[in-house]
């Protein structure tokens, strides 16, 4: 396997979307390929920190009480 292709799967990886085969291949890919390893660990770590921030934003009662006094 070469970085290219690696590189292309180690998301489908991190997202468990690989069957048992290909997951095995990138796996020992990564294992054998320092610069492959650094870009997982670095999507990886990108994963859970969005997995741990609160993306949702909650509008101010302000503009909810607005929205509703303008429909019908
Ligand atoms: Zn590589």
Do not use: W
Request: net charge negative; with cysteine; charged share 30%.
């Amino acid at each position: 396997m070469t970085c290219d292709e690696a590189k292309i799967l180690l998301h489908a990886l991190l997202d468990n979307e690989l069957d048992a085969g290909h997951a095995r291949e990138v796996e020992a890919h990564i294992a054998g390929c320092p610069d492959c390893a650094a870009e997982f660990a670095a999507q990886r770590e990108m994963q859970r920190v969005l997995a741990d921030t609160d993306l949702r934003y909650a509008a101010p009662a302000s503009l909810r009480a607005r929205i509703e006094a303008s429909l019908p």
